[in-house]
């Protein structure tokens, strides 16, 4: 690399201020190329948003770093002093992270848990043939939990856990398992794709929640930033318009500048205690005013935006993307799951684990998990975690009755507690209808070309000086913040290749 010109580099824009779009404007600046970061939002995260609650950090969106043998995300951590809870291991069982309950408040037995995860754990992708279509998880679930299969289970602990005989109990507990990887892959199984279900990966070592809250990381990240002179942020201006040129060689990043950018989520501490009716329709809306019209050229830019806003349509290019580009990003998928994180001013839950399961009604049971943060940071909060099918269920509630839904849940659960003597707050996400995200991550969906469509999206018009990052780019690795970051190293080495930067 050789910097020594002394011709400055032309300016890049980085369209949006996430992990990837931060990751990248630092490597740019620090080679010496003058960056323009453009954000919608009045912070950097994107994705990420911690909160303070009961004195400890709460991440309303990403958690956890995904495997920390070799993932960069835990040196940022070490150089910024964030706390990493404990792994529980590559392979934990359902003793070591959570405790399921039935809809009477009596504990499943974990055995029958791991021997219902174990099985889920045999969908094979193999089983897809290369020339035939794609399969969806839900299908193979359905094929694996036999009548056959469902007997022997019956048999094995028809003594240890009676209720096993009873068909509609061991539905409502295959239904939770099955909740459990649809939260994890943030789509409905009849939507994930079982030929590219294996090409996830992860880093080994286990993963670990950022107890400090990725906040702090982010937060770290941004005071480098500031330190730079060749790095100017932006904020509140969302980039609708991107217009690249060969002949000239230049990039026009133009869109409207924003005030009172809503965020995602909402806090709710006072309620009601009448009785919720799931089909009640209130949807918020909190409103954006557009205060004008910027416009930026640059020699190239760099894309970070989440895969939900371009499948959204809401940048436009000129000249239009590549045929291949634009039908990738509209075969892979964009995932949801929210949280509602519940305030107490005092633990009434079990101290260990740190998950607590509920095997509600099929088809009318919005939340099956709750995470115990009180093991991590000594806090007396729970967070529900919303999967696809909870996220439906709860359409057009508002936040007070998404809230009620919660605690009449864990009252479920703790029949004996009167939940709302100790309620003080609770904080409720809405990804999905947040403009600057519309969705949670990235996931491989039914009928998408996998790894494939992720490398068509990554791949940028560099002629043009125009590039794409972000956690849907990197193939293995989607739908993690680590990804993210990666994307933005990647890209920026593009750029400084394409600026003659380097070999």
């Known amino acids: 690399m050789d910097l020594q010109s002394t011709t400055p580099p032309p300016t890049t824009v980085v369209v949006g201020g996430g992990m990837s779009g931060i990751a990248c404007a630092l490597r740019l600046s620090e080679c010496g190329v003058p960056v323009i970061i453009i954000e919608p939002r009045n912070r950097l995260g994107g994705r990420i948003v911690t909160v303070e609650a009961a004195g400890a950090a709460l991440d309303l969106g990403a958690s956890w770093i995904h495997g920390v043998d070799g993932n960069p995300l835990v040196d940022l951590a070490r150089e910024c002093g964030a706390t990493l809870g404990a792994s529980l291991g590559p392979e934990p069982t359902q003793a070591d992270c959570a405790v399921a309950f039935d809809i009477t408040g009596e504990p499943i037995g974990p055995a029958l848990m791991d021997a219902i995860a174990a099985r889920i754990d045999e969908v094979d992708p193999a089983s897809v043939p290369a020339a035939g279509p794609d399969v969806s998880v839900a ?4 094929r694996l939990f036999s009548p056959e299969w469902l007997d022997g289970l019956r048999r094995t602990f028809g003594e240890t856990v009676p209720s096993v005989a009873d068909d509609e109990f061991l539905q409502r507990v295959l239904r939770m398992r099955t909740a459990d990887f649809e939260s994890y892959d943030g789509q409905v199984a009849e939507l994930l794709s079982l030929r590219h279900y294996g090409e996830f990966e992860t880093f080994p070592g286990g993963d670990r929640l950022v107890v400090s809250g990725y906040g702090r990381i982010v937060d770290h990240l941004t005071e480098k930033l500031r330190a730079r002179d060749n790095v100017t942020v932006l904020l ?18 133009s869109g409207s ?17 009448c009785p919720l009716e799931l089909s009640r329709p209130t949807v918020p809306d909190v409103p954006r005013a557009v205060t004008g019209r910027f416009s930026i050229e640059a020699g190239a830019a760099v894309v970070t935006l989440p895969l939900g806003v371009l499948q959204a349509g809401r ?18 998928g964009m995932g949801v799951i929210e949280k509602v994180a519940l305030q ?16 509600g009604p099929c088809g009318a049971t919005p939340i099956y998990f709750f995470q115990n943060l009180s093991i991590h940071a000594g806090a007396p909060i729970l967070t529900a975690f919303i999967g696809p099918r909870g996220v439906g269920l709860l359409d057009g509630l508002g936040d007070d009755d998404i809230v009620r839904t919660a605690l009449d849940t864990l009252a479920k659960i703790f029949p004996r507690v009167d939940i709302d003597t100790y309620f003080v707050k609770g904080v409720v996400t809405h990804w999905l209808d947040d403009p600057f995200a519309l969705g949670t991550y ?5 009928g998408s070309d996998g790894a494939l469509d992720q490398e068509r999206l990554a791949r940028g018009v560099p ?15 989607l739908g993690c913040v680590h990804a993210a970051y990666l994307s933005g190293l990647r890209e920026a080495d593009n750029v400084l290749r394409f600026f003659g930067l380097a070999p």
């Open 139 to 142: 299908d193979a679930v359905s």
């Open 236 to 253: 509140g201006r969302a980039v609708d318009n991107i217009t690249f040129d060969v002949a000239t060689g230049k990039v026009v990043i």
């Open 257 to 273: 500048t924003v005030s009172n950018a809503s965020e995602p989520f909402r806090e709710v501490t006072k309620l009601s205690s």
């Open 315 to 332: 940048v436009s290019f000129d000249p239009p993307l590549p045929e291949d580009k634009v039908a990738a990003i509209k075969r892979m």
């Open 344 to 359: 107490f001013s005092r633990v009434f839950w079990p101290e260990l684990p740190e998950w607590i399961e509920y095997a």
């Open 442 to 446: 990235s996931y491989m969906k039914l």
């Open 463 to 477: 002629e043009s000086g125009l590039f794409f990052a972000g956690e849907a780019t990197v193939r293995h690795h």
